[in-house]
């Protein structure tokens, strides 16, 4: 700063306070000094203000500003003070403290550390099953205060490298444009991906009805021909009958799978080339069980210890898992409530 603009905000400073306090004050440099640049801009105005009849128009019009953003400096001013020309500070005075107990907090702890890949929506959920109704925002911010004070234990994670294989063969043929699924069992999506752990490739094959999100995940060590039928055997054990399967691509064994779909009386579609979107359920899915299974598990990577995996995995799936296209409820639950529904509308 010059020796003359200082000299001149020196004056400015002693002109607003003996103008509008009486007295004349001194202000030497010291003062001046702490205030910030913006603070000193706002210090002219009232001085410019003050010596020209306090015209706020004419002072607006003068500085470039508008009526509004004076009129707030010269509210906020108080004589005496020039720290009252200083931007107000963002963080309050008070923080908010936390409004939840430890009981909640001890509850969203121990279901986010049981599963560490879900959000504080799905939490939420879970946590009114048992009884504690919170917030999902609040479930949010108590997540954030467990990982700030290094509460919550996240997991380390396992990658497993995948592949997915396609499927195409002359039974399959393309979904006709018509063919829309309206109940659980109209469309089932699967697919298989290739696991490759330590050299060795295991199969996963994954299903997953578009209506109930019923899921069902087997994993193999090769792709035979009865593997096709146990793929099949599964996805009889759903609670409901499966009419359509679609699939993706093309495969080695899927002459064994179109076969057994044609002796059951299932029909099986089969995708365009390059658009996995149109099987953009199962392509979820999968990547679903690889971040909340896999990625997580602590069971040996063979296929014994996947298989367990996968199971335990699937039966938390469907039928604990909130989803969020079915209005937070689980695949078990939705389904128990279109058959209430049926039984209503039968009754």
């Known amino acids: 700063m010059s020796e003359s603009t200082s000299t001149t905000l020196e004056e400015a400073a002693v002109r607003i306070v003996s ?7 001194k202000l030497g440099r010291q003062h001046l000094r702490e205030l910030s640049p913006e603070a000193k801009q706002r210090l ?13 128009s004419l002072t607006a019009r003068h500085f470039g500003i508008s009526r509004q953003t004076f009129y707030r400096w010269w509210k906020r001013y108080t004589p ?20 939840w107990t430890t009981a909640q907090v001890l509850a969203v702890k121990r279901l986010r550390e049981q599963f560490p890949r879900w959000g504080k929506l799905k939490l939420a959920v879970l946590l ?7 917030s999902v925002s609040m479930v949010g911010r108590i997540l954030r205060y467990l990982k700030r004070s290094s509460q919550l234990k996240e997991p380390p994670l396992n990658r497993t490298p995948t592949q997915r294989r396609r499927w195409l063969r002359s039974y399959a043929v393309r979904k006709p444009a018509e063919y829309v699924p309206l109940g659980p069992g109209d469309l089932v999506q699967v697919d298989t991906l290739d696991l490759r752990l330590n050299g060795d490739v295991l199969k996963q094959f994954t299903a997953i009805d578009v209506v109930s999100r019923c899921a069902v995940v087997t994993i193999a060590s090769s792709a035979t021909a009865s593997l096709a039928v146990r793929i099949l055997d599964a996805l009889a054990h759903l609670p409901f009958t499966v ?23 299932i029909r099986l579609f089969v995708l365009p080339p390059h658009s996995p979107k149109l099987n953009g359920r199962v392509e979820r899915l999968n990547r679903t069980c690889r971040e909340e299974c896999y990625d997580l598990t602590l069971e040996d990577f063979t296929v014994a210890g996947l298989s367990k995996a996968a199971r335990r995995w699937e039966h938390t799936y469907n039928h604990t898992r909130p989803h969020q296209a079915l209005g937070m409820l689980t695949p078990a639950q939705y389904l128990a409530k279109l058959n209430q529904e049926v039984v209503s509308r039968t009754s």
């Open 19 to 25: 103008g509008v306090t009486g007295p004349m004050l």
């Open 44 to 56: 002219k105005w009232i001085d410019w203000h003050l010596s020209h009849g306090q015209n706020v």
């Open 80 to 99: 005496g003070d020039l720290s009252t020309l200083e931007d107000l500070p963002s963080r309050p005075k008070r923080r908010q403290r936390p409004t």
């Open 128 to 134: 009114y099953r048992e009884g504690i109704a919170l």
């Open 243 to 265: 009419r359509a399967i679609q699939v993706d691509g093309g495969s080695e064994f899927m002459a064994a799978f179109e076969e057994a779909c044609r002796l059951r009386g």
